[in-house]
């Protein structure tokens, strides 16, 4: 589940997004203004995983990933808003680092940053029912609907846009057909008879 950031996978991603694009766009939790977001993260199909964010305000020089599902968009205010988001949350969550490759352990630790404190059938809860119930070889986004999953209320223009990048980015060349003019020729011996007129 290689990742990578929106502008490295589609350098023309705006002409998707036009004015709606998200990168700077404040981030609330509440009526607290978190910080901004810097760019989304992609999984290899181009679909939207993360937002990178800038807590600047609330812990500074930290970045952190937030998952798409746990935002709703405000457009109109140029907002996004965390449901639920605390600042010990942020300050528990791993940094991300852009230089820094985000492998299964990583995201690991950011999504269990973000997972409710459910129990599990063995009745654990927190890291002991996370590492339990989750597998590198076996995970999937699906697994973490309230992650990842885009909705109609929260991210209807998100989705339009994930929908377009993807569509974009997995055309592919299945054949081509050669358009061309072929000339023969053949010698051939004809015997032409020709009668003369006289007058």
Same mark, same amino acid.
């Given at each position: 589940?290689?990742?990578?950031?929106?502008?490295?996978?589609?350098?023309?991603?705006? !002409? #998707?997004?036009? @004015?709606?694009? %998200?990168? =700077?766009?404040?981030?609330?939790?509440?009526? /607290?203004?978190? *910080?901004?977001?810097?760019?989304?993260?992609?999984?290899?199909?181009?679909?939207?995983?993360?937002?990178?964010?800038?807590?600047?305000?609330?812990?500074?020089?930290?970045?952190?990933?937030?998952?798409?599902?746990?935002?709703?968009?405000?457009?109109?205010?140029?907002?996004?808003?965390?449901?639920?988001?605390?600042?010990?949350?942020?300050?528990?969550?791993?940094?991300?680092?852009?230089?820094?490759?985000? !492998? #299964?352990?990583? @995201?690991?630790? %950011?999504? =269990?940053?973000?997972?409710?404190?459910?129990? /599990?059938?063995? *009745?654990?809860?927190?890291?002991?029912?996370?590492?339990?119930?989750?597998?590198?070889?076996?995970?999937?986004?699906?697994?973490?609907?309230?992650?990842?999953?885009?909705?109609?209320?929260?991210?209807?223009?998100?989705?339009?846009?994930?929908?377009?990048?993807?569509?974009?980015?997995?055309?592919?060349?299945?054949?081509?057909?050669?358009?061309?003019?072929?000339?023969?020729?053949?010698?051939?011996?004809?015997?032409?008879?020709?009668?003369?007129?006289?007058?």
């Amino acid at each position: 589940m290689a990742l990578q950031r929106l502008r490295d996978f589609d350098p023309n991603y705006r !002409d #998707y997004f036009g @004015e709606h694009d %998200v990168t =700077g766009y404040d981030l609330y939790s509440g009526n /607290d203004k978190v *910080g901004t977001v810097e760019d989304l993260l992609v999984d290899e199909n181009g679909q939207f995983r993360y937002f990178i964010v800038n807590t600047g305000l609330w812990i500074f020089g930290k970045k952190v990933l937030l998952p798409v599902g746990q935002t709703r968009i405000s457009f109109d205010e140029r907002r996004l808003y965390a449901n639920g988001l605390t600042r010990d949350q942020v300050e528990n969550l791993p940094a991300y680092d852009e230089n820094s490759t985000v !492998d #299964y352990d990583y @995201e690991e630790q %950011v999504r =269990g940053g973000y997972r409710s404190n459910r129990m /599990d059938t063995a *009745g654990m809860t927190g890291a002991a029912a996370t590492s339990a119930a989750y597998d590198r070889n076996t995970y999937s986004y699906d697994r973490d609907p309230d992650l990842f999953n885009l909705n109609e209320r929260d991210h209807q223009n998100l989705r339009l846009y994930e929908e377009r990048l993807v569509a974009n980015k997995t055309r592919q060349k299945t054949g081509e057909v050669a358009v061309g003019k072929r000339v023969e020729s053949e010698r051939a011996n004809v015997e032409v008879h020709s009668k003369k007129k006289e007058w």
